[in-house]
Every structure is written in structure tokens, then in C-alpha cells.
T-cell receptor, first 114, second 114 residues
Framework: QQQVKQSPQSLIVQKGGISIINCAYE??????FPWYQQFPGKGPALLIAIRPDVSEKKEGRFTISFNKSAKQFSLHIMDSQPGDSATYFCAAGLISGGGNKLTFGTGTQLKVEL | DVKVTQSSRYLVKRTGEKVFLECVQD?????MFWYRQDPGLGLRLIYFSYDVKMKEKGDIPEGYSVSREKKERFSLILESASTNQTSMYLC?????????????FGPGTRLTVT
């Protein structure tokens, strides 16, 4: 049972363009939504995260948009750079009573071309 | 900086062998996790531990067991390795006291079972 659905599976964007990755979740009890970034040969690392009481969070070129009613959230990478080429995972978790577990999406392989 | 280390980057084992994957974290984190990462399936939780000698099953525990005798060390055991356990295995840790949902990942162990 996949509780977090992520799309697209892969994405090619030109340098300077906007990369958009979408996720949808099923469990309305989730109250924490992080994005992780993974470079080849490395483990994933936290990029940015949001709680459902806000609709948007921005950190530099990275923005999470959150739509609670639609149970969807997305990552926007503005002015995409070749150094952003990586695999991105969305995730969802329960802060209270969730045992600190995260449920991850299937990942999006982003390639930013010159 | 938090450091999560895994005993091997690459491992090749034969079907039926008992396999031990070791993970050590150096930040006194309470929680530790084992995931497997497969293309198109994302990160799937095998087991996690929120305290020494405590463990809970994740989403795909079949064929695996774990051991946590010391706070800093979390071992994943494949009792009788099978070819369908060929995968990338990632260990992670997190703390309740600071950003409990930020999980810090090791670099992974790529296990091949032949």
C-alpha cells in the first residue's frame, strides 16, 4: 500500500528553468512533509520541510507548496542549476504518535541540462 | 556534523548466507532506521528502533531481523539471503530533541546476492 505517490519518475529541465515535482498522500493524519535530496553515491539529505498549517514554504530557490484539501504537495526549484541534478524524495510523517517514521515517495530523478 | 557510517559500501553474498549489515551513528540519536532503496520503489522501511533493545517492524520486515545492543549501533540481519534481497540498504538516525523528523542517512550498502 503506497501512501505517498510521487510524480514524475524522471524530469529533464534546462538550466534556469523551473523544476516541479508533485506528491499526493492518502493518510490525513500526516502532519509533516519533508523533501529529501540524494546525490549519486550518497544517502538522502533533508532539503526542506513543511507542516500542514502553512500553504507555502520557501528556502532560497526551493519552495514547497501545500494543498491540504487536495492532499497534495509539491517541490518547486526555481532557476534550476546543473548542481541540482539529483534524485528527490517526498515523504510524510506523523509528529505525534507516529514513532518518528516517515513514508517516502518513489523518487524523481532530476537532470538539469546546460 | 552528524555522521552515520555503514560497515560496507559494497557486499556480495551467496544465496542462503547469513548477512550482517552494520550501522553506527555518532550523535547519540535515539531513533535508528533501516531502509532498502530500489529503482521505482523509493525508500521502504524495513525496521526501526527508538531505544536500545527496542525494535519495531516497518513496512517490509519479512526476511530481515535487527539488533540494537548499544545506542549508537543498529544491525540489520538477513538470516538466509535470497536474490530478491539484492538492493541498496540505507541506515538513518534521528533525535527526539532536535528536529525529530530530520533523518540523517548513511551512504548506503549495495548488497548483491548471487
Amino acid at each position: 500500500q503506497q501512501q505517498v505517490k510521487q510524480s514524475p519518475q524522471s524530469l529533464i529541465v534546462q538550466k534556469g528553468g523551473i523544476s516541479i515535482i508533485n506528491c499526493a498522500y492518502e493518510n490525513t493524519a500526516f502532519d509533516y512533509f519533508p523533501w529529501y535530496q540524494q546525490f549519486p553515491g550518497k544517502g538522502p539529505a533533508l532539503l526542506i520541510a513543511i507542516r500542514p498549517d502553512v500553504s507555502e514554504k520557501k528556502e532560497g530557490r526551493f519552495t514547497i507548496s501545500f494543498n491540504k484539501s487536495a492532499k497534495q504537495f509539491s517541490l518547486h526549484i526555481m532557476d534550476s542549476q546543473p548542481g541540482d541534478s539529483a534524485t528527490y524524495f517526498c515523504a510524510a510523517g506523523l509528529i505525534s504518535g507516529g514513532g518518528n517514521k516517515l513514508t517516502f515517495g518513489t523518487g524523481t530523478q532530476l537532470k538539469v541540462e546546460l | 556534523d552528524v555522521k552515520v557510517t555503514q560497515s560496507s559500501r559494497y557486499l556480495v553474498k551467496r544465496t542462503g548466507e547469513k548477512v550482517f549489515l552494520e550501522c553506527v551513528q555518532d550523535m547519540d540519536h535515539e531513533n535508528m532506521f533501516w531502509y532498502r532503496q530500489d529503482p521505482g520503489l523509493g525508500l521502504r522501511l524495513i525496521y526501526f528502533s527508538y531505544d536500545v533493545k527496542m525494535k519495531e517492524k516497518g513496512d517490509i520486515p519479512e526476511g530481515y531481523s535487527v539488533s540494537r545492543e548499544k545506542k549508537e549501533r543498529f544491525s540489520l540481519i538477513l538470516e538466509s539471503a535470497s536474490t530478491n534481497q539484492t538492493s541498496m540498504y540505507l541506515c538513518a538516525s534521528s533525535s527526539l530533541s532536535s528536529g525529530p523528523y530530520e533523518q540523517y542517512f548513511g551512504p548506503g550498502t549495495r548488497l548483491t546476492v548471487t
